[in-house]
């Protein structure tokens, strides 16, 4: 595999701006939240696609583990179940959720719990077979962006906009400890406004390391204008252990992080055009930047670790191989 002959592959259009991205964990599909108000599933071999009319701006997507149900978590604040294999768009199960938006869902290491984090500033724990609500943990006092299952299953991290990370203890329920991602968030004394917070967050393979995207070196918050960012916390001790940046005058945000299976970390950005950056452990910089057609505003990496789905403001998602052309 060379990450540095990565190229656009398969290149497919939905009718209006993409936000999300999402493997089916068979890879064979990729689901997209649009601005249609509609979650697209396109299939990756040949683009044939259906739509699951959503009625909201859709950010969150989770498939389950046994691949057969998509849970979609809505601006309206709404979780929707669906059946993720079917031709028809009908949801299975509809729950109003949240007060405001929903930001981001995660299941549980054995698949059974799902968490969803929004503007509400409550983290929810539901059953994920039958939307029954198991918990509630509140404490954050801003906007809830993001949320991650520790691999053993008996933790949960979370990360609002004002940079805290919160560790739970998922047994008792309440808040271990907190610390600041102090470079991924900033009040702009210009424009009176906070800009920030996680927009990618996940734990390494043994759970040492928490990895967390979002932007920094903030210059206009009303703007956006700002370097995106990975940082790695070691789990332990919450400190910071590297701020992986970009080369280059690249602007915007570092939307979502995803760790390689060869160990590699890959985000993207949704300034400057749109890139997808790539760097390997320890090293600030990227070894890789390709550049994108149109801003990225997410990606996922497919289940084999060959493929990254990169969703654009251009209405286009892009299916990357990362590796060179084959003839």
């Known amino acids: 595999m060379d990450i540095t002959k990565t190229h656009i592959e398969k290149d497919y259009k939905a009718g209006q701006p993409l936000l999300s991205s999402c493997f089916s964990r068979s890879g064979e599909y990729v689901f997209v939240g649009s601005e249609d108000y509609k979650v697209w599933r396109f299939q990756v071999s040949d683009g044939a696609k259906v739509e699951f009319d959503t009625d909201a701006w859709v950010r969150a997507l989770c498939i389950s583990h046994d691949d057969k149900t ?44 799902l968490a969803s984090v929004g503007n509400d500033k409550v983290v929810k724990l539901w059953d994920s077979t039958n ?84 932007i920094t070196n903030v210059s206009n918050a009303f703007a956006g204008i700002g370097n995106p960012s990975v940082v790695i916390f070691d789990y332990t001790n919450g400190e910071q252990i590297i701020e992986h940046l970009s080369k280059g ?63 654009h403001s251009n209405s286009h998602l892009s299916i990357c191989k990362l590796d060179e052309k084959t003839t």
């Open 70 to 113: 998509l849970i979609t978590g809505g601006y309206d604040g709404r979780l929707i179940w669906w059946n993720a294999k079917s031709e028809t768009s009908a949801p299975t199960q509809t729950i109003n959720a949240h007060d405001g938006w929903i930001r981001t869902l995660a299941l549980n290491p054995d698949g059974k719990t």
């Open 131 to 214: 939307g029954n609500l198991k918990q509630e943990l509140k404490g954050h006092e801003s906007y809830v962006y993001n949320v991650v299952f520790h691999p053993d299953g008996k933790s949960l991290v979370t990360g609002d906009l004002y940079g805290n990370i919160f560790d739970w203890d998922l047994t008792t329920g309440e808040k271990k400890r907190s610390w600041v991602a102090e470079s991924l968030t900033k009040y702009d004394k210009t424009f009176r406004a906070q800009i920030g917070g996680f927009r990618g967050m996940i734990f390494n393979e043994d759970g040492t390391q928490l990895i967390c995207s979002g």
């Open 249 to 311: 005058p690249l602007k915007g945000v570092a939307w979502n992080v995803a760790l390689h299976p060869e160990k590699f970390i890959i985000s993207s950005t949704g300034g400057s055009g749109g890139y997808l950056l790539f760097w390997k452990p320890g090293e600030k910089e990227p070894f890789h930047q390709l550049k994108m057609p149109s801003d990225v505003r997410d990606f996922a990496l497919s289940p084999t670790g060959t493929h990254v789905a990169a969703v």
